[in-house]
């Protein structure tokens, strides 16, 4: 079975603070990416990387980064957490070659004050 | 702009009645497209897929439709179920990857 698991379900932060959300993946998949759900809005995809240290941007790529040091670990970062960002955050993963459809992890509720 | 349409936001259905969730999409190239289900507070798991050189994928109570000429795809859940109350998410895939609808909220009523 494969595992995607993220590192809060839930977190709240301030205005301005610097925020790390982590994706660990164990099946060995190439890609990962990085959504934010939205109701009425549906999954947009923030970033995605397809190797160790390659990364794309998504559909809504601005005031995110994110980094990819090892295969199975996928970090997004909010440089300085706006209210705006105030969503549910769900990471992915998946194989390079179809059939490639996209495992998720259980998603982050982040709350920004 | 739109690539993958879901034009209901919610649909209701009675249980054990049959559950018809539909997609639209603009982009011929897509390869395959794919159905997920999302409870509340968790994230999507993968339901069905279907690639484009077939019309019809099924498996146990989900069967997914692919009509290439109008660029429409179907899931029909039978019976439906009460556990089926969730929102199903289309997706389509090329070689940029997925492109997600919006949702569509199905609720199964007693």
């Known amino acids: 079975d494969v595992k995607v698991t993220q590192s809060s379900r839930y977190l709240v932060k301030r205005t301005g603070e610097k925020v790390f959300l982590e994706c660990v993946q164990d099946?060995?998949?190439?890609?990962m990416f990085w959504y934010r759900q939205d109701p009425g809005l549906g999954l947009r995809l923030i970033y995605f990387?397809?190797?160790?240290?390659?990364?794309e941007k998504g559909d809504i790529p601005e005031g995110y980064s994110v980094s990819r040091e090892k295969k199975e670990r996928f970090s997004l970062i909010l440089e300085s957490a706006s209210t705006n960002q105030t969503s549910m955050y769900l990471c992915?993963?998946?194989?390079?070659?179809?059939?490639?459809?996209?495992?998720f992890g259980p998603g982050t509720r982040l709350t920004v004050t | 702009d739109q690539q993958v349409k879901q034009n209901s936001p919610s649909l209701s259905v009675q249980e054990g009645r049959i559950s018809i969730l539909n997609c639209d999409y603009t982009?011929?190239?897509?390869?395959?497209f794919l159905w997920y289900k999302k409870y509340p507070a968790e994230g999507p798991t993968f339901l069905i897929s279907?690639?484009?050189?077939?019309d019809k994928n099924e498996d146990g109570r989900f069967t997914v439709f692919l009509n290439k000429s109008a660029k429409h795809l179907s899931l029909h859940i039978v019976p439906s179920q009460p556990g089926d109350s969730a929102v199903y998410f289309c997706?389509?895939?090329?070689?940029?990857?997925?492109?997600f609808g919006k949702g569509t909220h199905l609720i199964i009523q007693p």
């Open positions: 992915a993963s998946s194989r390079l070659v179809p059939p490639n459809e996209q495992y």
């Open positions: 099946m060995d998949h190439e890609n």
């Open positions: 990387s397809y190797d160790v240290k390659m990364k």
């Open positions: 982009n011929s190239m897509f390869d395959y």
């Open positions: 279907i690639s484009s050189i077939k």
């Open positions: 997706a389509a895939g090329g070689a940029d990857g997925l492109t």
